[in-house]
């Protein structure tokens, strides 16, 4: 779908459809609260013949509520938009997204006034929000459908009253809103792909393609062999059943002109491509949906992806650990002691615990590349979905700085996110009687406890933040912009925006 600013409008661009937005106030008539329609903004024809048609009268322009009427050769469609002075960045991106479902099978060209929605000078900040909310809302994972997905929408305009002037800016924001659609929709078709299609060896591969697309960027891997010589035992102890290769991927992002004064990023990210539980065997109906296990991975890579793609004056690294922690006779067994890269031994008392042991090797191996910051992110606490839902993302970390930066990323893009606390008696808890550390807690507190153990393996007093997206990497219906069913692709906007404004 292509979209475009039509500039200076003295028209419409299409008389397919247009849309109008509407808003609704809440009045006192005679003591008694009524919803009014704000239409001043529309056009004289267009208000001559609503007034003329009886049920008009019952369109109040709230969130969602819609009225079609005909002007001439010309469809129009009315978009209630609600209270105009609560419409938020977030308001309009849930607003686009659930318009862009009520129109997309219908028509060929779309063109939607959009002057009344923005406030001050901010049309391109509106369109970038808009235009994202309607990537992010087109895409569907139809790969193994034989019938696929449909979108009959060819062109979406933009119609504002604003001069050529502002094309470049608008322009700009068009372009980031699809370079963030883009690398949400390649992370959500990671997620979705199926264990038996994306194994650590595959996606390994596709990363590499993907990346050669990429400016300043540079993609290496290690696999078995040179992750033994790095002693990443840990991480090797979750694929000891696997009959395919682990997989730590480097990638590396160089902006044009470094400096000592530089910024230094790095993502992590636990790319488990399934999750069995290993000899801990998880229980069947616990094992459907374990392909999503990667989702910590993807959230870091379409970060990284977007943020490259923009060409931030920052430096940045994104590693990836994957594999899969399956079951065989090699299987590492619960009660197993494993030496970590970092020298610290780890008591193994539940091999359903698995991703912080991949964590684990791969945050002590990105504290060697002495970054300004680490931020993980993985599904790795089942207590983080019992805790937030799918609605919020969970944070702990060892720098406060960092830490409020994230948050005000997060709040810049309409994304939630909260911060646990790691207190000395969950460290202790994470302490074992016959090695340095065990890989679970002795009950409550799950979440914490398992950033508490990834604590252990940061070095250098590295700045480091962990993003727990148990929940949150997991669609629910309760955004209009996310899939039914599926991944999320939420955080990656965060992290995106954290880069950029590093």
């Known amino acids: 779908m292509n979209i475009v600013v039509h500039y200076n409008a003295t028209e419409h661009a299409t008389n397919d459809l247009v849309i109008l937005p509407s808003f609704s106030k809440s009045v006192k008539v005679k003591g008694k609260e009524e919803t009014q329609l704000i239409n001043t903004h529309w ?47 977030e308001a309009i991106r849930r607003s686009a997204a ?57 062109t979406w305009y933009f119609e504002t009253k604003e001069k050529k002037a502002k094309a470049k800016a608008c322009d700009k924001a068009l ?41 300043r960027v540079k993609y290496k891997h290690l696999g078995k062999p040179e992750m033994t010589k790095e002693n990443m035992n840990l991480f090797l102890s979750v694929n000891a059943a696997s009959s395919h290769d682990p997989r730590l991927v480097h990638l590396t992002y160089t902006p044009a002109k470094v400096t000592k004064n530089t910024k230094h990023i790095c993502f992590v990210g636990k790319g488990l491509t399934f999750d069995t539980g290993g000899l801990s065997l998880k229980p069947s109906t616990s094992m459907v949906n374990m392909k999503f296990d990667m989702a910590g991975s993807a959230t870091v890579y379409g970060a990284f992806r977007a943020a490259a793609m923009l060409q931030p004056n920052v430096k940045m690294t994104c590693i990836l ?3 899969d922690n399956a079951v065989s006779e090699t299987a590492t067994k619960p009660d197993s002691i494993v030496k970590g890269r970092n020298g610290m031994t780890v008591e193994i008392l539940n091999t359903d615990a698995e991703g912080r ?4 090797d791969c945050l002590d191996y990105a504290c060697d590349l002495k970054p300004d910051c680490i931020i993980d992110s993985a599904t790795l606490t089942g207590a ?20 409020e930066k994230i948050k005000k990323s997060a709040g810049a893009v309409n994304e939630y996110i909260w911060e646990l606390p790691i207190i000395d008696e969950w460290r202790k808890d994470m302490k074992s009687p016959i090695a340095d550390l065990k890989n679970i807690g002795s009950g409550g507190a799950g979440t914490a406890k398992a950033a508490a153990f990834l604590e252990y393996f940061i070095k250098n007093d590295i700045s480091w933040a962990h993003l727990d997206i148990a929940g949150v990497g997991d669609s629910s219906k309760h955004l209009p912009y996310c899939p039914p069913k599926g991944a999320s692709g939420l955080m990656i906007r965060t992290l995106t925006h954290f880069a950029l404004n590093s």
């Open 357 to 360: 042991l991949v964590l684990a």
């Open 43 to 89: 056009p004289k024809e267009v208000k001559d013949n609503f007034n003329a048609i009886a049920a008009s009268r019952h369109y109040k322009g709230n969130t969602g509520e819609h009225f079609i009427l005909h002007v001439g050769d010309t469809t129009v469609l009315l978009w209630g938009m609600g209270d105009k002075t609560k419409l938020d960045n």
């Open 384 to 403: 983080c979905l019992m805790a937030f839902g799918n609605e919020v993302c969970g944070m702990m970390g060892n720098d406060p700085k960092l830490i």
């Open 175 to 215: 372009e980031t809103a699809k370079i963030i659609g883009d690398a949400i929709a390649f992370a959500r078709d990671l997620v979705n792909d199926p264990p038996n299609h994306l194994d650590s060896v595959a996606y390994a591969k596709l990363i590499e393609k993907d990346t050669k697309n990429l400016k």
């Open 321 to 323: 650990g994957i594999t």
């Open 98 to 154: 659930n318009l862009f479902k009520h129109v997309k099978d219908h028509h060929d060209e779309v063109s939607f006034v959009v002057d009344a929605i923005v406030k001050g000078n901010k049309l391109p900040e509106t369109l970038e929000v808009f235009a994202e909310a309607l990537h992010m809302t087109g895409y569907a994972y139809d790969k193994y459908m034989s019938k696929k997905a449909t979108n009959k929408v060819k």
